[in-house]
């Protein structure tokens, strides 16, 4: 139950005040106006239709929801859209450039490093920003990497497997 | 794709992945059609309580609320939402579960009013404006409690709460195997209540079309010919005109099986308000009102020898169904689990019976293994508890008692029959991996020095490939089990294989193409397999109870050979020879000895489709369609082995070493199969370490966010070894059992044999899971919880 007054003022039919906001998305710039409250994740989805992106929690715990924000994986549900203005951000649908797909992408194929999907795009966002900044990650460090990002299907095990591949690729040892 | 070996056995990479990969699944909470309304349930912030007002005028006048709807509006609208699993025998009772309660809350969660808006904040805004006043009735949640005398009542109809009795006398006598036994091992277990978290919570977006009186409806469903079997009885749509589309699932462990009354509810506003309606849980909503699973509390008597020949086994539980039965929920405890706690081994006679109780708490469902994990836990801790009376190796009594590898077909003492299995196979390979031998010797000198280790074992059996259907209907359940299928393949030789299963992650769109692919010499590449879409594909059963692939798989190898024969009468046909002077491989009819006289898949699929010169009285085309009912469930097997190190001053578990030895038959994937085995290993030991629902003695869930329900992450998890053995089972058409439940079935057992051998021999006899760290410093420290 909310508390009386805001109720009253919303049963009044008091919306919420509606803010401009601009930001790039996959290299895309865009501006709109948008609620105050509207969370960065509904934004993205709703707003821009880029669902690639998705909910799987309320409290930050998943990590389904992860983008990428100026180069750092973050929880787009814990941030409201409004805060996002002026950033830039990267959706799994940006990650494969002209078409190809990232070496993450391809490797947690090769690997079956996702069987539902829906925890995939947040894990592999994680893991973008570790090889960003760790070219020879070790398991633990993967384990670390990821483990704000929840995977109900996998084990881990092959997720892991599929991250410090990717990593191999990229520094071209493989 | 280059045909390099044969499809079946080959570990190659998913079709389905690259749109998970790429953002482009296609979940329901994705779907936007024009138009589209938004609905928020108002749930009881009681357990049980009576509902004395509901004052909905308030929301009503929000800008943008298009509607708010109580019990008063659906009746006669809606009927009940009912269980499908009415056990015989078992004076079931089923008190009615209406989609939105009219009189009585009756666990925390259920849904009192609907409301709807044109966006979903607003929709939000409005379910906090709906105000009900409810009058607090006496809670009970715990099912023991629930059975005894004075406890509150949830249903008139339902006399201290019981829901049903069922026993299963087994085919041996056994008291008199206990009468004769030399020792008696007895042991209270309680199988704790967990939520299932698939990632994706539920969804429901429902739209009508006023022309053609069609609705539809996206789900995310594990069975969606189920959901418009029980819809269309529920809401009175014609079953012809009601389509559900499961598309792309993130998860469903069971959760996505039940029919919810809330779909029902969503599919009646939009045909009410002639506009597309959507529905998306949050994880909270999803921890309340999705079903649990497990939940039993258990009462195992084990007879046995001296030598630790065991006689016989005793079980008692008491099941808690929560609130409501749900729609499988009746036959988890009884059908699922009651027929296997006698595991793998030669037991003469058992004895199982299982009380189902109703607790003011979320309704009980089919959660991954649903009542095999439950029976299997029994058995493998039982042994080990007998092990240790006896002073015998864990690994030895087990060899002692394995029904032995020339025995099969085998009959049960609890009355199945098990198809094929090498469970001493399965131990040796396992034993041999981890350094068993030499384990217990470092064991020993740990001891010595005051450090505690420990080695759990877990010979499981399992029952899956849910079919036949005569088995499934005589045991209650509401409706045939068997697998369905159909291969089209299109002038151009191209196939589009339509499938009853439902993948959501087991990737059958891959697996399914292999096995057609194998059959038929056409390449994984030029096979699509569509699911999910009661419209298009045949009436199908969906995906659990590790189903898919030896039932609807099996449909798919049948329906691939009708079109093989058929292919190789039109190539006698065209080459003017006898069938028996064709050989088929690669994809290719070729006269024997004649290497240039040969039709080609492709060429048969063109000349089907041209029909100028078939055999007579052929009908065009190569199309077929199977329903495959199978002869026995299938019994996939195994041996787990999981060492642990337990820090003596803190309780802290550390998995040193996690070895899986599965045998599920033929592999199609091999790659497939062992991600399925590590994401069911990690269910398992998550139940063990971690996993507990947890309900204050009012019926809040307390665990209702992931902060309070502790699903493990990258860091709890821990590597996992696997490997096989192939023994096929002898009735399917191509040999396979299913893995999808093995992982879990398998391991919490070995994880809690680990840490009791480790505190042994001055530790207790048994912990509860979850094994907490604070559960086992005060194992070790000898303080009571």
Same mark, same amino acid.
């Given at each position: 139950m909310m508390a009386g007054e805001a109720a009253g003022r919303m049963a009044k039919g008091d919306r919420m005040a509606r803010h401009r906001i601009a930001l790039s998305v996959n290299g895309k710039r865009y501006e709109r106006d948008v609620e105050a409250r509207v969370l960065l994740v509904d934004f993205i989805r709703d707003?821009?239709?880029?669902? +690639?992106?998705?909910? +799987? $929690?309320?409290? #930050?715990?998943? +990590? =389904?929801?992860t983008v990428m924000l100026d180069g750092h994986a973050i929880? #787009? $549900?814990?941030?409201? =859209?409004?805060? =996002?203005?002026g950033t830039e951000i990267t959706t799994i649908e940006g990650l494969a450039a002209h078409g190809r797909l990232h070496p993450l992408q391809e490797s947690f194929r090769e690997n079956h490093g996702?069987?539902? +999907?829906?925890?995939t795009p947040g894990i592999v966002l994680a893991a973008s920003e570790l090889l960003h900044v760790n070219k020879s990650p070790t398991d633990d460090e993967i384990r670390t990497a990821i483990s704000g990002n929840l995977c109900r299907?996998?084990?881990y095990v092959n997720i892991v497997k599929s991250v410090s591949a990717a990593a191999d690729r990229m520094a071209g040892r493989r | 794709m280059a045909q390099a070996m044969k499809p079946m056995g080959a570990s190659i990479p998913r079709t389905e992945d690259e749109r998970f990969l790429t953002g482009r699944g296609t979940f329901v909470a994705n779907m936007l059609p024009r138009g589209t309304v938004f609905a928020k349930f108002v749930r009881s912030p009681y357990a049980h309580a009576r509902i004395l007002g509901i004052e909905t005028s308030r929301a009503r006048e929000?800008?943008?609320?298009?509607g708010v709807f109580t019990a008063a509006d659906l009746k006669g609208e809606i009927g009940s939402v009912f269980t499908a699993w009415l056990i015989p025998g078992s004076n079931l009772k089923t008190p009615p579960y209406i989609p939105l309660a009219k009189d009585?809350?009756?666990? /925390?969660?259920? /849904?009192?009013a609907v409301v709807v808006a044109e966006d979903p904040l607003v929709a939000e805004d409005a379910r906090d404006l709906v105000d009900v006043q409810y009058d607090p009735l006496p809670v009970v949640v715990n099912q023991e409690t629930a059975m005894k005398e004075g406890a509150p009542q949830?249903?008139?109809?339902a006399p201290k709460n019981v829901a049903f009795h069922w026993v299963n /006398? %087994?085919?041996?006598d056994v008291e008199a195997a206990f009468k004769g036994a030399d020792v008696v091992v007895s042991q209270r277990f309680v199988n704790q209540r967990l939520q299932p978290s698939a990632m994706e919570p539920r969804a429901a977006l429902a739209q009508y079309e006023p022309g053609t009186k069609e609705l539809t409806l996206f789900v995310t469903s594990q069975n969606p010919h189920v959901h418009r079997l029980v819809l269309s009885l529920i809401l009175g749509v014609p079953e012809q005109r009601l389509r559900v589309i499961a598309p792309d699932?993130? &998860?469903?462990?069971?959760?996505?099986i039940p029919v919810y009354p809330w779909e029902a509810v969503v599919c009646w506003l939009a045909m009410r308000l002639d506009r597309p309606v959507k529905w998306v849980e949050d994880r909270t909503e999803n921890f309340l009102a999705t079903i649990h699973g497990r939940d039993q509390v258990q009462y195992v008597d084990l007879a046995a020898n001296k030598d630790g020949t065991i006689l016989g086994i005793r079980i008692k539980v008491i099941a808690n169904m929560g609130a409501y039965l749900s729609t499988a929920g009746p036959g988890i405890p009884t059908i699922l689990f009651g027929?296997? @706690?006698? %595991?793998c081994y030669a037991i003469k006679a058992g004895k199982v019976e299982v009380t189902g109780v109703f607790t003011n708490t979320t309704p009980v469902d089919a959660y991954r293994g649903a009542g095999r994990p439950e029976a299997a836990f029994i058995i493998e801790r039982m042994v080990d508890i007998l092990a240790r009376n006896l002073k015998l190796d864990p690994a030895d009594i087990r060899r002692k008692n394995f029904i032995p /590898?020339?025995?099969?077909p085998y009959q049960t003492a609890l009355g199945l029959v098990y198809d094929s299995g090498n469970y001493e196979g399965a131990m040796r390979k396992a034993l041999d991996i981890v350094g068993y031998e030499k384990l217990r010797v470092e064991q020993a000198q740990a001891r010595k020095e005051g450090r505690l280790m420990g080695i759990g074992l877990s010979t499981y059996v399992e029952v899956c490939g849910l079919a036949p259907s005569p088995i499934a209907t005589a045991t209650g359940f509401q409706g045939g089990l068997w697998g369905s299928s159909t291969v089209r393949i299109h002038p151009t030789g191209k196939v589009t294989l339509y499938t009853g299963a439902h993948p959501h992650g087991q990737g059958e769109e891959t697996t399914f193409a292999q096995i057609a692919s194998t059959e038929l010499?056409?390449?994984?590449?030029d096979i699509d397999v569509v699911h999910g879409d009661t419209k298009v594909t045949p009436m199908g059963m969906g995906t659990? &109870?590790?189903r898919s692939t030896p039932v609807e798989g099996g449909s798919v190898a049948l329906s691939a050979r009708k079109i093989r024969d058929k292919a190789r009468k039109i190539a006698a046909h065209l080459l003017e020879v006898?069938?028996?002077d064709l050989e088929f491989s690669d994809g290719k009819f070729t006269v024997k000895g004649v290497p240039g006289k040969a039709k080609t898949i492709q060429e048969i699929a063109w000349a089907a489709y041209m029909a100028?010169?078939?055999?007579?009285g052929m009908e065009p085309v190569l199309d077929a369609t199977t329903f495959y009912d199978p002869a026995n469930f299938v019994f996939p097997f195994g041996t787990h082995v999981c060492v642990v190190d337990v820090?003596?001053?803190?309780g802290h578990v550390s998995i040193r070493r996690y070895v899986a030895v599965d045998d599920v &038959?033929?592999?199609?994937n091999p790659m497939i199969v062992e991600g399925q085995v590590h994401g069911g290993v990690l269910q398992g030991l998550a139940q063990a370490m971690m996993e507990q629902a947890v309900y204050d003695e009012n019926g *809040?869930?307390?665990?209702? *966010?992931f902060l309070e329900y502790l699903v493990p992450s990258s860091l709890e998890a821990p590597m996992i070894e696997t490997a096989s053995t192939v023994t096929p089972s002898p009735h399917n058409p191509i040999g396979v059992k299913g893995v999808g439940e093995t992982g879990t079935i398998a391991s919490s057992e070995a994880y809690v044999n680990a840490v009791v051998d480790a505190l042994a @021999?001055?530790?207790?006899v048994h912990i509860d899971m979850p094994l907490t760290s604070e559960k086992v410093w005060r194992a070790i420290h000898g303080k009571a919880g």
């Open positions: 707003d821009l239709r880029l669902t +690639g992106t998705n909910v +799987g $929690c309320d409290t #930050s715990h998943c +990590g =389904a929801c929880k #787009s $549900c814990t941030m409201f =859209a409004v805060q =996002a203005d996702l069987q539902c +999907g829906y925890c299907c996998t084990g | 929000l800008p943008g609320v298009l009585v809350v009756r666990y /925390a969660g259920e /849904a009192v949830l249903h008139a109809e /006398a %087994g085919v041996g699932v993130g &998860g469903g462990f069971g959760s996505k027929f296997m @706690p006698g %595991g /590898a020339d025995k099969f010499g056409i390449p994984v590449a659990y &109870g590790s006898s069938e028996d100028t010169s078939l055999p007579k820090d003596k001053e803190t &038959g033929n592999q199609i *809040n869930l307390l665990t209702s *966010n @021999p001055h530790g207790p």
